[in-house]
């Protein structure tokens, strides 16, 4: 039997800045038969979503075809053009990108996007065209498609807009379905109901399925087969299950091994009866829209944080863990002093925190650090590491630069740098080492408090697990107190000895890190421990072909 | 292409240094920065250079009038009688200083005022952007008329004007990119740990700026210098006996019909030199990834 997808052979070349020509993918051979589920997986530039695009014959700008072929059936996929290939596009084979937002116009309806598309896919007219839409739309569990079909993109939520561009995709009844990284940009549990989604679709249409992700989980629950990349070269491919339990290739183990998960092991326990170090009191916080006129405030909204009360002893890391919106990084902001204006109190050993970072006295700045998400920007990319390690020194301890100099060494060292990385500019490192430069800044000033605010998510799984065994040996040696502040309940497994859950400016939960996670009191604290994949104690899921609980198919 | 580039690398590589002239070596790549870099080199020397270089003085009268090219006068001579190939040379001395001293106040000021809006906002922003808006709605040309009635025709009070008047765009231009730079995480920190808002400002911010700053000086140089031409030749610049281009223009304006190159040559010294300029930014511009500038002025 022949096979429904093949790649042969096929190398991807663009040019770089110099012009000289280079390989995005190189040499890739993949054939699926059809309905079947192929996961392509690698770290970011390996490759894996120029790949995928070539399932469509579609490159980025600069890049060409070098070598190879794309067959679907009978159809060479590279051959095809002009309106041969628009057809195909669309029709016999769909696309679904990352970012919904930059995939829907948004001057069209949403209604109206998909009605163009059923009048170039279908031979639709007059009012089927409209009710056609709305069956996408109810197909892909938009709620309320008559008025959703109204809304702008803007007004629907990211998941929603996912949905909006699944339902378009399928208008044609592909026979293939690319999807790349459709639900990176979404919250845990909304990505849970979206590959639910994905999987029914796929299994209606009898569809072949093409998914890229970094993401190994989401693969792991969609996909049979499963292709790995690294450096534009497939380094191993083959059944998924198999690959899970013995991958061929240290690559491949590595990528597994950094898989996180929350039945990892949690942090030592710090030593018993440590003083309470940090305690939040009710604390609560509105932001002021513009309100339009100069000189004049508007009058607050919603509560961004509604009381929330919480203590941390000397040497323990809280872990605040929820989705976008929930509020976590505002008490980052507020604790560290980036925001001013909070009801409340923030008490510090005994001592009373209190307002923007520029009231507080030069120790307290010192004693209360902050380790930012994006690494690349929080490196000025005009000064060098020595400039941006050296400047804190200089304030918070008054050293004189060559002292300064000194200790910014031991602290690169500390975050297992050498010297050299001292001359260099952020752009020039990677961003594991970006984010350890970050580090280095905030535990040289010799911090009571480490606030660390989504630290690992712009990082690769294999970086983001060095990442964190590092971090994990700091704080131990250390005996540092941290809040670590996260969306993923797998690092939070990782590093907390305590867990705390917000959701909407609520506090939801707090408890010890194994109550928490083993027995949560929450509805809230259960949806999001479901929604990270794989249940602590395991089980019931195992045997299923794609683990998501039905409860978050609804 | 070769095979070994594509072996896997080790775990964790550090990212490849990136290559510092990879720029430079763009803009030597591109024809037509390459021919804006050699007018401006001529422009610059020519300005510097033309009372040393010119076969004669710019205010001596050799002739009885008008007379064609010939062999002591490679360009004939001028109305008046003076050599006009050593006029020429000189003619876009005073313009092209008049231009970076403008433009260089202009940066200056609105650079300054540019980092306060953007990064203090509040009503010193609303304070600031009103003023400009106020400045950018007077239509330019009257605004320069105004001026120039006000503060007269020397060369310091023509810098002053061009300051003023480009003042308001480059306010805008810094502003949000400072906003932009503002939302980053860097400054955050500076703010943390307690550091002042000059330090902030200056050593934070502006060093990020300087890409940006460096397109919109030459851009607004070479704005600025047609602006002054425009101004000469309506008598609202600079004035005799000192050669300029626009007011070659326009003494030429009644001879066209007759001797044409009067008029022809200062306007093609005058566009290669405006080309020179946008060709060379816009080729800087891109080989350095500066964006968002106003080219459109």
Known sequence: MSAHVKING?????????GEETAAVRDATIELARGETLGIVGESGSGKSTLARSLLAHTRAGARFATGSVHLGDTDVLALEGRDLRRFRGGRAAMVPQNPMSSLTPHMTIGAQLEELVRLQTDLTGRAVHAHALSLMERTGLPDPELLARRYPHEISGGQRQRA??????????????????TTALDKTVEARVLQLVADVQKDLGATLVYVSHDLNVIRALCSRIVVMKDGVI??????????????NAYTRSLIHAIPRIDVEGPLPPAAASPIQLEVRNLGF??????????????????????ISLSLRKGETLGLVGESG??????????AGAVSGHEGRIILDGEVVSGAARKRSRDMRRRIQMVFQDPLSALNPAHTVEEILVRPLRLHFGLSPAAAREKAATALQEMELGPEFLSRRPRQLSGGQQQRVGFARALAAEPDLLICDEVTSALDVTIQANMLSLF??????????????????????????????????????????????????NAYTRRLLAAAGTHLRGGEDETASLRIPQSLSA | MTVESFAPMPLAAPAAPIARNRPLRRVLASPLTMIGLVLVAFHLSLALFAPLIAPYSISAILTDGLTPPSAQHWLGTDQIGRDYLSRLMSGGRVALLVALAGVSG????????????????GWLDDAIMRLTDALMAIPELLLIAILVLTFGKEIGSLSLIVAIVYTPGVVRVVRAKTIMIASLDFVRAAELRGERLGFVLMREIAPNLLGLLAVEFAIRVSSAILKISALSFLGLGISQPTPDWGLMVQEAMSVVFTDPWFLILPAITLSSLIIGINFAVDGLARAYGVTGTETDL
């Open chain 1, 235 to 248: 380094i191993e491919q083959g059944d998924a299950e198999r690959i899970f339990n013995a991958p061929g």
């Open chain 2, 106 to 121: 202009s940066v200056l000021i609105g650079t300054f005022l540019g980092l306060l809006a953007g990064y203090v906002g």
């Open chain 1, 326 to 335: 929930s509020g976590k990084s505002t008490v980052a902001s507020l604790i």
């Open chain 1, 286 to 307: 509105s932001y002021h829209r513009p309100s339009g006129f100069p000189f004049r405030k508007a009058p607050a909204t919603r509560p961004t944080l509604d009381d």
């Open chain 1, 165 to 182: 561009v699944i339902a378009a995709a399928l208008i044609g009844k592909p026979e293939l379905i690319v999807l790349d990284e459709p």
């Open chain 1, 472 to 521: 994990l040996k700091v704080q131990r040696e250390r005996a540092m107190t941290c809040i670590f502040i996260s969306h993923d309940l797998a690092v939070i497994a990782r590093v907390s000895h305590r867990i705390a859950v917000l959701e909407k400016g609520q506090l939801r939960e707090i408890g010890n890190r194994d109550s928490v996670l083993h027995t949560p009191s």
């Open chain 1, 10 to 18: 096929l190398t991807i070349t663009y040019r770089d800045d110099a």
